[in-house]
């Protein structure tokens, strides 16, 4: 069983630019979320979706946004990006809402400059 | 959600059982403790989760207390493969937000 798939890996961007990053869930999961791991912030939590509706979404500002499509795969954008946007982004799946784990995808490395 | 107290490295003989303790004082009820870790520039890797009762699988156990303040994840047979930052979440079920700390950086020796 394929594991949760996150593409571009790498990504150099422009400040100003904007990107979008890809999440492919394990077949059959429905719920998909996002994370920025930072060496000054760590690992944060920037939204989570189940069955295309966000139901929760972290102290990001509105630049960062995402969405889920009905085959659960996920993309996220950043729009007008930032030197301190560079960061591995994270993104996991689960199967349900309750009490599931997570599991995660290798990420995509952004770097801005 | 609860916050998790966690020391902030530890050191293993390859071979031998690593505890990794953590502290969440102020655990709800409703609360699930998991245990995640992160090998070098991986995405994180789930290991176990609990409520209440004591569990274990091919990967670890996890003891929790009576009163749910803290919690130990023992790896029996540590291995140089088990080096990584390993942290402890608190989770209310139902949502699948994790908050992160620091986590425990663990070297496993030979």
């Known amino acids: 069983k394929a594991g949760v798939t996150q593409t571009p890996r790498y990504l150099i961007k422009t400040r100003g630019q904007q990107v979008t990053l890809s999440c492919s869930p394990i077949?059959?999961?429905?719920?998909v979320s996002w994370y920025q791991q930072t060496p000054g912030q760590g690992l944060q939590f920037l939204f989570e979706?189940?069955?295309?509706?966000?139901?929760n979404k972290g102290n990001f500002p509105g630049r960062f946004s995402g969405r889920q499509f009905s085959n659960s795969r996920s993309e996220m954008n950043v729009s007008t990006l930032e030197l301190g946007d560079s960061a591995l982004y994270l993104c996991?799946?689960?199967?349900?809402?309750?009490?599931?784990?997570?599991?995660f995808g290798q990420g995509t490395r952004l770097t801005v400059v | 959600d609860a916050k998790t107290t966690q020391p902030t490295s530890m050191d293993c003989a390859e071979g031998r059982a690593a505890n990794l303790p953590c502290n969440h004082s102020?655990?709800?009820?409703?609360?699930?403790v998991y245990w995640y870790r992160q090998i070098h520039s991986q995405g994180p890797q789930y290991i176990i989760h609990?409520?209440?009762n004591n569990e274990t699988n091919e990967m670890a156990s996890l003891i929790i207390t009576e009163d749910r303040k803290s919690s130990t994840l023992i790896l029996p047979h540590a291995t140089l493969r088990d080096t990584a930052v390993y942290y402890c979440?608190?989770?209310?079920?139902?949502?699948?937000?994790?908050?992160f700390g620091t986590g425990t950086r663990l070297l496993v020796s030979p």
């Open positions: 996991a799946s689960s199967w349900g809402a309750m009490n599931t784990e997570a599991f």
């Open positions: 077949s059959g999961h429905r719920s």
């Open positions: 979706y189940f069955s295309e509706t966000q139901r």
């Open positions: 102020t655990i709800s009820g409703n609360e699930y």
């Open positions: 609990g409520l209440k």
């Open positions: 979440i608190v989770r209310v079920a139902g949502f699948q937000k994790l908050v």
